[in-house]
């Protein structure tokens, strides 16, 4: 007796995948990588963003604590330029673009070695949005060799305005014209608002005995 083999049958679909099926699929994995990028460029943007604004908000902070500590080392003391005259206490260029101040540095701990009193000079370029310092290591400078190079204290800065109070306690734009010249004196009060792009007015205030 004959045995019949019966094959098995084979259905279309078990064969494989069909084109259209093929393409689904790579339009799936199409879709996803191209979300995937998306997301990655948002964060590498985000990062990028975070990482401007932390260096901005450093260098801000160190502009305004050095800015800050020259104005509380402030000393009622006459600076004698090498090139003659005499400057008063604190100075203020009649652009407030620019001012100077007499400093004495603090002493730290007992016996130490405290450098004589100097001048300090702070000024704006409000075209480039920049802030220099720029030091005197004395008070009666021999050549103008002594002065230290202008550095740049930070950028993104649009503005600089500057007020003291008088000794009746007003408040007046600029410097107290009975201080101007050769007075050896400081102001009650001196206010400078630096104004940052970013930030906004950004006041620091110091008061005097």
């Known amino acids: ?24 699929v790579l339009m799936i994995f199409a879709l996803v990588a191209v979300l995937g990028l998306q997301a990655l460029t948002g964060s590498l943007r985000a990062r990028d963003r975070i990482g401007e604004a932390d260096r901005a908000t450093s260098e ?7 800015l800050r500590s020259d104005l509380e080392a402030a000393v009622p003391l ?27 540095p603090a002493i730290r701990d007992p016996g130490e070695t405290v450098a004589p009193p100097g001048r300090v000079i702070w000024s704006i370029d409000r075209n480039a949005g920049k802030i220099y310092r720029q030091t005197w290591p004395v008070l009666i400078p021999a050549s103008p060799a002594l002065a230290a190079p ?14 003291t109070m008088t000794p009746a306690r007003l408040w007046v734009a600029g410097a107290d014209p009975d ?3 050769t007075a050896a ?3 009650l009060a001196i206010e400078i608002v630096i104004d940052s792009a970013r930030f ?8 005097y005995p």
């Open 60 to 66: 801000l902070t160190f502009a305004l604590s050095l």
């Open 179 to 181: 201080l101007l010249g």
């Open 200 to 207: 906004g007015p950004l006041p620091t205030l110091v008061a």
């Open 185 to 187: 004196a400081l102001p």
């Open 150 to 163: 202008k550095v740049e204290i930070g950028t993104g800065f649009t503005d600089l305005a500057i007020r």
């Open 1 to 24: 007796m004959s045995r019949r083999i019966i094959q098995p049958t084979t259905s279309p679909r078990s064969a494989g995948f069909t084109l259209m099926e093929l393409v689904v």
């Open 78 to 104: 006459l600076f004698y330029p090498p090139g003659g005259g005499i400057e008063s206490a604190f100075r203020i260029a009649p652009g407030q673009d620019e001012f100077a101040i007499s400093v004495s």
